[in-house]
């Protein structure tokens, strides 16, 4: 029997008598998903981009609002890192107000902005 650490095999079963752990409804997306995802693991274009997108926005806030024409504005409240943070976004300009915490710094539009705790920042758009 192989052990824990080479299964599941290469059509995704586990040992003699299991099969994938997922309804039969799901079996043919699954596969496709497979497919594409193995696709996408030898196509030197998707790594590259994937590597570019990893480098420049894994781990950091990012916002590039785009409201809908009927939606005047939105407001939601995060919490970053322990952090509260209070976003405003209209057509025209984000506003954020972190309310507790250390410093935060996020990204708009790829434009690096420092909140300071307590303070609101006004970001045109």
């Known amino acids: 029997m192989p052990s824990a650490t080479t299964l599941p095999d290469s059509r995704g079963r586990f040992g003699p ?12 997306a699954l596969a496709e998903l497979e497919n594409a995802s193995r696709e996408a693991q030898a196509d030197g274009a998707f790594q590259a981009q994937l590597s570019a997108l990893l480098r420049d926005y894994a781990g ?24 509260g943070l209070d976003v405003e976004v209209t057509h025209d300009r984000l506003e954020f107000a972190l309310r507790d915490g250390n410093d935060l710094t ?20």
């Open 17 to 28: 008598f299991g099969g994938k752990y997922a309804p039969e409804t799901l079996m043919s």
């Open 60 to 83: 950091r806030l990012t916002f590039d609002p785009h409201l809908p024409a009927e939606w005047p504005s939105l407001e939601f409240s995060l919490t970053v890192e322990n952090r």
């Open 106 to 125: 996020v990204w708009v539009r790829d434009e690096e902005i420092k909140l300071v705790s307590g303070e609101t920042t006004t970001v045109e758009l």
